[in-house]
């Protein structure tokens, strides 16, 4: 018989050839991927040891850099860090995307210490920055977050706390009313807000309330503001200062939480209330 045409010899071994370079080019492309996530993984350690990120995090789950001439609290040591850069979203989403995999993704295999310790349920924006000073890269964390698509947080498990940027408070009301607002109000009198938290000059106590009333008008029935008031002794802990911030919140549906103060090198000027 005669000889196959060209196209039509050997197929076994064209189709082995086909499945071998098929499988090199996935492995190469595998390869590729793990390279990129090593280095953004090894960015990430040298970003939260060397740079804007350093230290702890006071509690906070995510740190958001602070914008130039951002907000100094006195009674927060990462307050008195100095400026670097401002954080983007995926920065701010890759704690959760560690602990709480995106929809139809599978988790990655945790630390021995994280994985003792429960699913992420809590989101809070706070701590080493203003977070409504990098307020696009924020938003559009919090709607990750709270995308049924991807990590289906509730919004009422994620809150934003500020020191009082009014104009991003109003217009949080109007982006995201769905998602949980705290203010660090920590004083009932401008004055010695002013004393404890150098950006409390930018924005009056009237305006400052104002804001918290447009923010509620947006949102639901039944919503309240998170109030955080860090107890100093000597400083705004007398029964006077809490009829005085009862009379400035009246009316108003806020939930108070009382932080105990953690001494530090950087302010010996204040102490825990007793």
């Known amino acids: 018989s005669s000889a196959p045409g060209r196209r039509g010899r050997w197929p076994a071994q064209r189709a082995a050839r086909a499945r071998m370079a098929k499988k090199r080019w996935m492995h190469k492309s595998a390869e590729t991927a793990r390279q990129i996530d090593a280095a953004r993984d090894r960015r990430d350690r040298e970003e ?3 740079g804007s990120l350093r230290g702890a995090a006071d509690g906070a789950l995510f740190a958001i850099d602070r914008a130039k001439g951002g907000s100094r609290a006195l009674f927060k040591k990462d307050g008195l860090l100095t400026s670097v850069r401002q954080t983007m979203p995926g920065t701010s989403t890759k704690p959760a995307k560690v602990a709480r995999p995106l929809k139809g993704q ?3 295999p945790l630390p021995k210490h994280a994985r003792a310790r429960a699913p992420v349920r809590n989101v809070v924006f706070m701590g080493m920055g203003e977070p409504l000073n990098n ?3 924020v938003l559009e964390s919090v709607r990750v977050m709270v995308d049924n698509t991807k ?3 509730s919004p009422t498990r994620v809150t934003v ?3 009082g940027i009014v104009p991003r408070m109003v217009q949080f009301g109007a982006d995201e009313p769905r998602v949980n607002l705290a ?3 920590h004083a009932p009198t401008q004055a010695t807000r002013e004393s404890i938290m150098p950006a409390a000059r930018a924005y009056p106590l009237p305006a400052l309330l104002g804001a918290v009333d447009a923010y509620l008008a947006r949102c639901r ?3 309240a503001v998170m109030i955080e008031y860090i107890m100093l002794r000597d400083v705004n802990d007398a029964v006077a200062d809490a009829h005085a911030l ?4 009246a009316r108003r549906p806020v939930v108070i939480n009382l932080i105990p103060y953690n001494p530090t090198d950087a302010t010996p000027e204040y102490a825990r209330s007793t």
């Open 48 to 50: 939260r040891t060397g």
């Open 106 to 108: 599978t988790a990655r």
């Open 135 to 137: 307020y696009a890269a």
């Open 151 to 153: 990590f289906q947080l």
């Open 161 to 163: 706390s500020t020191v």
């Open 183 to 185: 203010l660090s109000l």
């Open 221 to 223: 029935a039944g919503k």
């Open 246 to 249: 009862a009379d400035l919140l």
